[in-house]
């Protein structure tokens, strides 16, 4: 059932859920004099009315048991902010120049992770579109944004969206995310969606005036629970399922990244995420075109992307925190937190090797066993990164890893994810040492709201010993220390960083052992003490990592004769000079500099 306002010729239809009212009505606020027109009611809840005449820009409200007037809750766009009239966008009016394009396997992706807000000043998607051919020249092949759904003001992550069928108004609306997505396909570029089915943000939030789409039965961190198992969860799973197409079939997207999935409550026989999944997978067969999903999930759990015909979800891909988090208390030092589960060199090598550090193993931050085993997962079903909104944003004061470690050390993780088995995604700036924060931002109109979020993060951040006054959230000055300072990118060690990650993505795409995320052919190696890491790819490939604020011996070297194809230490990367040899063999000495990452490829 498609619900909102759809226009088709001459008309346009409106539809929405209101199961518990005894009469809806639509209130049409412009062009024109207002208007106020009955609409009928279906078995399931559902109220039509189809209007002659009506089309793109038409400004509409609905009128709820002849009581109070709401914005749609499916509205795709809200011009006046998330209280105020919704708006007819007509899709098919927009003329696509992206006709051949057919999308790019999730496992061929360099993926790019940007706020748009902050990614330029303009803090637009209109401004995001000049930047596309620098990502596309570094070698980045997909970006993804972060939610774009209709927020209340105009400075937010994007996780209080409250309308998930609009696009935000002060970014540029529906078609400036259209132009968008046509460049970035133009470029070659990948657009992937996060978008957030887990809840709703407060201000805003007009589903209850509809019906029962939330649940007290399940705790959410974000307050009631939505409800995908309960009475009348069929139309809710409706209203969500046909937000996800929504962006496939309106906007063009590639694939939709899926926010913290352990907080959808289902359970049952036939969950929200396997049946979100067949319908994915039918619009893609349907489109002749690749639409992809992403899970973001804390729960470590193999069944979110194992195959339906195996029991499971049938997702094809999931970010692994794991790894960053093994990668990040190596990297840090860092012990506090969820943190407290890693900092061991055998963490790393088990994130390399299987995908999960946590695969039914007993876990002190939560104090029992986590997780399933990942071993037999394919590698291109994992997506990794050294930095992200989450674990940077989340921190007390938005540190960036440039911040927090050396310059050799932001190399070495640079290669840790570039050169690893798995998909690799970086976070907007990182790629030349962005040191501007990434810190939680708001733009709430309710003062106790306000209040509110203040209080949340402060509390967030006592499990890390972080006891500080936390950036106020509502600060306008918050936000703006927060952008982007693209100037830095042609200075100095910026931007030989940048010169390092761009050679490091060339080698991922043009060395065949290097080219393919798998696990074939994969051993990986760890030595506690000297903290050396070894990684093997498909026999050919070899990269040693050095972990230690001091020079230590590779100990584990594979048999053959290597010659080095990178080395951070050289003084081209403004490293302190290589220790390793230009040829090395099983027999030979290598000694790596403090925190050096080198590649060899088999003679």
Not at 75 to 103: C, F, L, T
Not at 263 to 271: H, M, T, V
Not at 428 to 437: D, H, L, S, V
Request: hydrophobic share 35%; glycine share 8%.
């Amino acid at each position: 059932m498609v619900v909102g306002a759809r226009c088709s010729h001459s008309a346009c239809s409106f539809t929405v859920w209101a199961p518990q009212r005894q009469a809806v009505e639509l209130v049409l606020e412009s062009p024109g004099p207002r208007q106020v027109l009955a609409m009928q009611r279906d078995e399931r809840g559902y109220w039509r009315v189809t209007v002659p005449g009506v089309g793109d820009g038409t400004r509409y409200l609905y009128r709820l048991d002849s009581d109070v007037e709401r914005p749609d809750p499916a509205s795709h766009y809200q011009p006046d902010g998330v209280h105020k009239a919704s708006q007819v966008v007509d899709h098919g009016s927009y003329r696509w120049r992206d006709a051949g394009w057919r999308g790019r396997p999730l496992r061929d992706t360099i993926q790019y992770e940007l706020h748009v807000g902050t990614f330029t000043p303009e803090g637009t998607f209109e401004a995001v579109i000049p930047r596309l051919r620098d990502l596309a020249d570094l070698g980045i092949n997909a970006i993804e944004l972060m939610p774009v759904a209709q927020f209340p003001g105009g400075r937010n992550w994007g996780y209080d969206g409250v309308y998930l069928y609009g696009v935000q108004n002060t970014y540029g609306g529906p078609s400036g995310l259209k132009r968008l997505v046509d460049a970035a396909h133009q470029t070659g570029l990948s657009v992937i969606m996060d978008v957030v089915y887990n809840h709703l943000g407060p201000e805003g939030n007009y589903l209850h005036d509809y019906g029962p789409y939330f649940t007290q039965k399940y705790k959410s961190p974000w307050g009631w629970a939505i409800n995908f198992d309960g009475p009348d969860s069929d139309e809710v799973r409706n209203f969500f399922i046909e937000n996800a197409l929504m962006w496939f079939r309106d906007y063009h997207i590639d694939a939709l990244r899926l926010d913290a999935i352990h907080g959808i409550f289902d359970f049952s026989a036939r969950p929200f995420l396997q049946i979100l999944s067949e319908r994915v997978d039918a619009c893609a067969a349907e489109s002749n075109r690749r639409c992809d999903l992403i899970a973001e999930s804390d729960l470590n759990d193999t069944r979110i992307i194992r195959p339906r015909e195996d029991g499971g979800f049938g997702i094809p891909a999931q970010w692994s925190d794991d790894f960053h988090h093994a990668l990040h208390t190596l990297l840090t030092g860092e012990s506090t937190g969820y943190y407290a589960d890693f900092g061991a060199v055998d963490d790393l090598v088990a994130a390399l090797r299987d995908g999960y550090v946590y695969g039914d193993r007993y876990s002190r931050h939560r104090r029992r066993r986590h997780g399933n085993p990942s071993a037999d997962r394919p590698a291109e079903q994992f997506v990794i990164f050294s930095q992200n909104h989450d674990q940077v944003g989340n921190r007390m004061n938005g540190d960036r890893l440039s911040t927090l470690v050396s310059f050799e050390a932001l190399k070495l993780a640079a290669g840790a994810v570039l050169l690893s088995p798995y998909v690799p995604m970086l976070f907007m700036g990182e790629e030349y040492g962005e040191e501007a924060p990434f810190q939680y931002f708001v733009s709430h109109g309710d003062p106790d709201l306000v209040e509110a979020v203040r209080k949340g993060r402060k509390e967030e951040f006592e499990s890390f010993g972080w006891a500080e006054e936390p950036p106020d959230p509502q600060s306008e000055a918050t936000f703006q220390r927060c952008k982007l300072r693209w100037a830095e990118r042609g200075k100095g060690r910026h931007k030989t960083l940048l010169d390092f990650y761009r050679t490091l993505i060339y080698l991922r795409r043009t060395i065949p052992a290097l080219a393919a995320p798998t696990k074939e052919g994969l051993e990986v190696f760890g030595d506690s003490e000297s903290r050396v890491v070894t990684c093997l790819r498909r026999s050919a490939a070899l990269i040693i990592m050095n972990f230690a604020n001091r020079e230590s011996a590779a100990t584990s070297l594979p048999a053959g004769v290597w010659r080095k194809k990178l080395d951070s230490a050289e003084q081209k990367w403004d490293g302190p000079g290589p220790c390793l040899p230009e040829s090395i063999s099983q027999s030979d000495p290598a000694e790596l500099a403090p925190w050096n990452l080198a590649f060899y490829i088999r003679e």
